[in-house]
């Protein structure tokens, strides 16, 4: 092995992962990395989207704010990441890596003591009070694929690896510690010189566990109800119920995840066309070790269906290039309360559909890049115990443009400008006045309005990148996003969290390729 593919190789398990914080704006990228992206995903095109061998090192920091959110986000988040990606080619295996560390804080937080990758958990603590918290994220990200008997067969595969802690530093302290690993594993055949047909099966495991502590005894001892209390949720707002009564302020949620996935190629004269359709299904099991006798204790039962759905179409001509994808994610989940004779209280759907169109035009001093994209999102959540619903559905719209401008001296210039509106096609919602409680009055109600509210925005991006020898190259970008959003319907019930109106979003990347 040559000492320059060993040094590929150790950068080729370095990379980047990025929490992603509600966003629909197009992203302003360059379509190859697009291609490239949506190849992690779907490792059957690995030797064929991604390139033999390259390196990417970044550092980032970004900082959101504003008081347009969900209930259950933070008011203020900073993030700094550090991220490198790359690939490399060895004795005809194509291999690609990543490694990312992430570190947010979050000031602050209300009814949150979750990892923020889980959403649709139907058994969490939380409390009204403002919870200040630091989360930290590692990732490792492994692909790799090989072509065997004259290239008409292939095997591929990937792993990915996530570590996280977080911890809050006020009562009432969460402190939470998380892994998930995930494998795949896959075979490929071409039926014909430009058809390809693939499948995939694909196995996780992972484990989150969940701890509430007081540092003021006090607090804990209280009866009163108090923004320090620590409540349990269950399901959308049944049973929240401070912990005087549960006693046992602990819990883990111990997951497995089984799937498969089938795909579809054809590489002609009229582009490169992508397709496949997955499947994976999640059981998590939320219960409790019980730590004096050493027995477990069966809280709640959450069974997670994803089904997926994926096309993509690339075509270069010349100096153009053309991209459209088409993108659609359909979650549906139930619950089974083992503690209450097994019953299902908790539904959760959510169906997520995106098409994006990419044309880039390059040409030796100018590059301009065009996109648009349009995205539709229902959500439904309902709630047995307590006849909480909520169903919504959105309308997303984008628009965006990047020129590039190459001087003379090997650097490059970059402007871009983004244009979107998320609009409210509507937000039907029930609760029973007689079954309110605090998570309603704190969560469900500004919830409500935040779905009913349409929003529109902008985003604001410039970049400047050198040049180095041997195709090296330093870049530094830095974008501005503003959301607003207009005036929601009044409700007529106690909402104790009002919502606001903007939300901006600033960031800096400085990266190195080589």
């Not at 299902?344 to 990419?358: A, C, E, G, I």
Request: contains cysteine; positive net charge; aromatic residues 16%.
């Amino acid at each position: 092995m040559k000492k320059r593919d060993i040094i590929g190789l150790l950068f080729a398990t370095w990379g980047a992962c990025l929490p992603v914080y509600a966003q629909t704006t197009v992203e302003q990228d360059t379509i190859e990395r697009r291609i490239r992206q949506y190849t992690v995903d779907n490792p059957m095109w690995l030797e064929k989207s991604v390139s033999p061998r390259y390196s990417l090192i970044q550092l980032g920091y970004s900082q959101i704010s504003g008081e347009y959110r969900a209930a259950q986000d933070a008011q203020k988040i900073k993030n700094i990441n550090f991220n490198s990606e790359g690939a490399v080619t060895i004795k005809d295996v194509r291999l690609w890596g990543r490694f990312a560390y992430n570190r947010s804080t979050e000031d602050s937080t209300r009814f949150a003591h979750q990892t923020r990758e889980n959403p649709a958990s139907p058994w969490y603590f939380g409390s009204y009070g403002y919870n200040h918290y630091e989360r930290i994220n590692y990732l490792i990200q492994t692909r790799g694929q090989k072509y065997f008997a004259d290239r008409r067969y292939s095997v591929f595969g990937g792993l990915d690896y996530h570590v996280g802690n977080h911890f809050s530093n006020n009562d009432p302290r969460g402190t939470i510690d998380a892994i998930q690993v995930n494998g795949s594993l896959g075979g490929s055949a071409h039926i014909t010189s430009e058809w390809e047909l693939g499948a995939e099966g694909k196995y996780g495991y992972g484990q989150e566990r969940v701890e509430i502590a007081y540092r003021n005894d006090q607090y804990a001892l209280s009866a009163v109800e108090s923004p320090f209390m620590n409540y349990i949720v269950r399901g959308y707002g049944w049973k929240v119920s401070d912990w005087l009564n549960e006693k046992n302020m602990y819990y883990q949620n111990d997951m497995k995840r089984y799937g498969a996935k089938f795909y579809l190629s054809w590489d002609g004269h009229l582009g490169k066309f992508y397709g496949n359709i997955g499947y994976l299904q999640e059981v998590q099991r939320y219960r409790q070790t019980l730590r004096n006798d050493s027995r477990i204790n069966e809280l709640s039962k959450f069974n997670l269906d994803q089904l997926s759905y994926q096309l993509l179409w690339n075509l270069k001509q010349s100096n153009r290039t053309y991209l459209v994808s088409f993108n659609s994610f359909i979650h549906s989940g139930k619950d089974r309360v083992i503690e209450s004779g097994d019953a299902q209280n908790y539904v959760y759907r959510k169906k997520h559909h995106t098409l994006d169109f990419s044309y880039l035009v390059h040409n030796k001093k100018w590059q301009q890049l065009y996109e648009a994209n349009i995205g539709y999102t229902n959500q439904f959540r309902h709630d047995g115990g307590t006849e909480t619903r909520l169903d919504y559905d959105r309308l997303d719209y984008g628009l965006a443009t990047l020129f590039t401008y190459a001087t003379a001296r090997n650097q490059e210039f970059e402007f871009g400008l983004t244009a979107f509106m998320e609009r409210n096609l509507g937000a039907a919602w029930t609760l029973p006045v007689i079954n309110e409680n605090v998570f309603h009055q704190y969560v469900f109600y500004h919830d409500v309005l935040y779905h009913q509210a349409n929003v529109w925005g902008g985003k604001l991006r410039l970049g400047f990148m050198q040049r180095l020898r041997k195709s090296n190259y330093i870049k530094l970008t830095a974008d501005y996003t503003y959301r607003k959003a207009g005036q929601a319907d009044a409700l007529d019930r106690m909402n104790l969290a009002p919502l606001g109106r903007t939300r901006e979003e600033g960031s800096l990347r400085l990266s190195y390729g080589f």
